[in-house]
């Protein structure tokens, strides 16, 4: 029985905590947990069993014990990943899965890199689409040649209005000076995939967007700082926190309405708890009114040293949430929508793939299938890493984001990657 531990029991730790206890609990057993809310450790200590004495509220508590389970998941926000990763590979843990993003810094996610090899250790990065079975399908067309050599991709992230307005206005990636820029933030993953297709190194990026919508030139007549404190175009705003968060029909909800947790930090709510938190809290402010910096649209062009190019449309204002994904190659084409595929060979045959995917988003069943991936490596099922998200493979993503936050704030310039 190999042992696991986790540091950060938010949304995502916990998340993989669930994973591991239902899929996995034969072979691998939750150890030890970290968080520097008491609350947090509180509330997931008792649920997976873990004991008093293994549940740590600080990083340097943690670590001073030196390693104590065979392999580590770190789940905390984005500033923290390169020091608490870092800190993972000194002490010597050999297995460490990483949530994305791994730094905005060229220098701290190469280290981890460099350090990761010193160390004989693997360090997987939460680039959870790679594992699901409908990106797995476009990779294996794409390898076995039928659409021929890739001569263009054009992939949109659409994060859907609702979402965007969570997470990158109102949440934890509002501020890029906090966090990191949305292009890396969430784009990562799709950057990941397009260069995880293309297969060759990206020599040039070209980048325009901003931050179009969400400030307080488009606030409606009558808008105030928060939703329920008096806003006047409350019941016209698509935004209205009490509606997205409260009142929603079953029927109309969004997944946010359920993410109760991120509101008030506790596992089980009042209604009362959540009023209080939209009344009070980062949720319940005005999306025109807020401190948000970071860009709700951008387009990203990429060339690749193969001669392949591709742009990355991230779109934060739409009605669904879904990827889109045209690719094309010398032969044929794949036209994907985040869970339909389609094939069409030029002169021949056109049609749905079967990808094997269940009909939803390929996100949830990437994070099932990523700690399925670690798991087996962990347990020493598997050592094959071609494929995988490692840090090794990670740089060349985040090296992509970073080029196209330069372009883009010195007005779309092109710039070259060295290699
Ligand atoms: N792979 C993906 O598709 C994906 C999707 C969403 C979020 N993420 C990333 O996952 C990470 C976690 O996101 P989340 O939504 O679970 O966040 P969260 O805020 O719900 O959870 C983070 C947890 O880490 C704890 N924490 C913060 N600093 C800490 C520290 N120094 N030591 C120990 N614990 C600490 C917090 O108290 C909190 O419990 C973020 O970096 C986010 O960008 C990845």
């Not at 020091?83 to 791994?102: C, H, N, Q, S």
């Not at 909800?253 to 009344?279: C, H, P, Q, W």
């Amino acid at each position: 029985m190999k042992k696991i531990s986790v540091i950060g029991l938010g949304n995502r730790g916990s998340e993989y905590m669930g994973f591991i206890k239902a899929f996995h609990s034969k072979k691998a057993e939750l150890y030890a947990i970290c968080d520097i809310s008491r609350q947090a450790l509180a509330d997931i200590g008792p649920k997976f069993g873990i004991p008093e004495e293994r549940r740590y509220i600080s990083t340097s508590d943690f670590f001073t014990e030196g390693v104590i389970s065979d392999a580590l998941i770190i789940a905390t926000q984005d500033a923290s990943h390169y020091e608490i990763a870092k800190k993972a590979l000194e002490t010597g843990y050999k297995y460490i899965l990483l949530e994305k993003p791994v730094s905005g810094i060229r220098e701290e996610y190469t280290e981890l890199r460099d350090l990761a090899t010193e160390k004989g250790a693997t360090l997987l990065v939460c680039h959870v689409l790679r594992y699901a079975n409908y990106y797995k399908k476009i990779k294996q067309i794409i390898k076995s040649g039928t659409i021929g050599d890739i001569v263009s991709i054009n992939h949109t992230e659409n994060f859907g209005y609702f979402h965007f307005a969570h997470s990158f206005v109102r949440g934890n990636w509002h501020d890029e000076f906090a966090s990191t820029p949305s292009i890396l933030a969430k784009c990562c993953h799709d950057i990941d995939l397009i260069s995880w297709f293309v297969d060759s190194p990206c020599v040039a990026v070209s980048s325009v967007g901003g931050l179009r919508y969400f400030n307080k030139e488009n606030a409606p007549v009558g808008a105030t700082a928060t939703c329920m404190g008096g806003c006047k175009a409350k019941n016209t705003c698509p935004y209205d926190a009490e509606k997205l968060y409260i009142t929603d029909p079953f029927y109309k909800a969004k997944f946010i309405k359920y993410m109760k947790r991120t509101l008030t930090g506790k596992m089980s709510n009042s209604k009362e708890d959540i009023v209080d938190a939209i009344k009070n809290g980062d949720y319940g402010k005005c999306v025109f009114l807020n401190d948000n910096n970071v860009c709700d649209h951008q387009v990203v062009t990429m060339q690749f040293e193969n001669g392949a190019v591709a742009v990355l449309n991230m779109n934060g204002l739409s009605d669904k949430m879904f990827r889109q994904s045209h690719i094309v190659g010398t032969k044929g084409e794949l036209i994907g929508y985040g869970t339909k595929l389609e094939m069409r060979i030029f002169g021949g045959k056109s049609g749905g793939v079967f990808t094997g995917s269940p009909a939803v988003s390929g996100h949830a069943e990437g994070d099932i299938r990523t700690v399925s991936g670690f798991v087996k490596l962990v347990c020493g099922e598997s050592n094959d890493l071609t494929d995988l998200t490692t840090i090794e493979a990670t740089v060349e993503s985040h090296d992509i984001a970073l080029a196209a936050e330069e372009s883009r704030k010195n007005g779309g310039t092109l710039v070259c990657l060295k290699k």
